[in-house]
C-alpha cells in the first residue's frame, strides 16, 4: 500500500478492452514511502487532482479487475493525515 498524492491525470485513446471506461491518475508518493517516484494508477474510485489517495500495488490492485492488465489502483481517499 502506497500513500500519494494525485498530481495528473493520462488520457489513453488505445488501451485494452478490460480498462475502458476506467481513468489513469498520476500518483506522486508522499516522501516516507518506499515507492521510487511518479507512476501512473487506475481510479475507480473518482479521487481528483490534489488528493491524498491510497494505492494497492502488484496482485492487491486487481481485486475486482481480474481480467484487466493493472498493477496499480487507487483504493482509497485520505480525510486527513
Known amino acids: 500500500m502506497i500513500i500519494g498524492r494525485v498530481v495528473g491525470s493520462i488520457v489513453s485513446t488505445r488501451k485494452s478492452e ?7 491518475m498520476v500518483i506522486e508518493p508522499i516522501e516516507n514511502m518506499a515507492a521510487p ?9 473518482g479521487a481528483g487532482i490534489g488528493e491524498m489517495v491510497l494505492v494497492a500495488t502488484g496482485s492487491a490492485a486487481r481485486v475486482g479487475m481480474e481480467q484487466a492488465p493493472v498493477d496499480a489502483a487507487v483504493v482509497g481517499i485520505v480525510d486527513e493525515e
Open 18 to 24: 478490460n480498462l475502458i471506461g476506467n481513468k489513469f
Open 37 to 45: 517516484g511518479r507512476f501512473v494508477a487506475i481510479d475507480n474510485i
